[in-house]
């Protein structure tokens, strides 16, 4: 399997624009976790999907930020409008439920700058 | 509710150092535990991880054990070289979710 993969690697936008985050997980995984790092706040989780259900989106900083996974294979994280505070490292992960507590699986995240 | 807390950095050491990375848990259950590491410019990697008490997970010379009695996960390596220098994070695993510590840098030096 090639992993998570997320795209685009780096996204520079005007603020004001509409920011589309785009992962693919691991086929076969259940959960898939969108996360947020700064180095002002750190590695942040903001919102997760089990079965492409999203359960908890306590983390999502405010309304322009939403997140959708229409199937097992694809889910996006969208910004609108987007705003410089946005500017992070946005990471997406999958995990399989297992028959344990199992790891996540991280991609190499997208670098988005917001001028 | 579920919290990891890990030392705050940046930690350094010059190569061939012995390193101890501390990291505590609050969790209910029977979390599984672990350590992602990563490396400037790339997404987290799973480093080492451990599933029960007592177990010690270990990968590239890194080991850390579960210690419930402590509520703890430390991690070390008896001699880090440069190529470590990374950010180091603990987290724990319930069902579902996975909850991270903010991170500890570090930095080896020749």
């Known amino acids: 399997d090639a992993g998570v993969i997320q795209s685009p690697r780096h996204e520079v936008t005007e603020m004001g624009q509409e920011v589309t985050l785009r992962c693919k997980p691991i086929s076969g995984h259940d959960y898939l976790f969108w996360y947020r790092q700064t180095m002002m706040r750190g590695l942040e989780l903001l919102i997760y999907?089990?079965?492409?259900?999203?359960?908890?989106d306590s983390g999502m900083p405010e309304d322009r930020f939403s997140a959708k996974m229409p199937n097992a294979s694809f889910s996006t994280l969208k910004i609108q409008p987007s705003e410089p505070r946005d500017s992070a490292v946005y990471f997406c992960?999958?995990?399989?439920?297992?028959?344990?507590?199992?790891?996540?699986?991280f991609g190499q995240g997208t670098r988005l700058t917001v001028v | 509710g579920n919290s990891v807390t890990q030392m705050e950095g940046p930690v350094t050491l010059s190569e061939e150092a012995f390193l101890t990375i501390n990291c505590t848990y609050t969790?209910?259950?029977?979390?599984?535990l672990f350590w992602y590491v990563q490396y400037p410019g790339e997404g987290l990697q799973l480093l080492l991880k451990a599933t029960k008490a007592d177990d010690k997970g270990s990968n590239k010379g890194f080991e850390a054990t579960y210690r419930k009695e402590t509520t703890s996960f430390h991690l070390e390596k008896g001699s880090v070289q440069v190529s470590d220098s990374a950010v180091y994070f603990c987290a724990h695993s319930g069902y579902s979710t996975l909850t991270f510590g903010k991170g500890t840098m570090l930095l080896v030096s020749p």
């Open positions: 992960a999958s995990k399989d439920r297992g028959l344990g507590n199992t790891e996540a699986f």
């Open positions: 999907f089990n079965n492409n259900v999203p359960i908890d």
């Open positions: 969790a209910t259950g029977y979390p599984s």
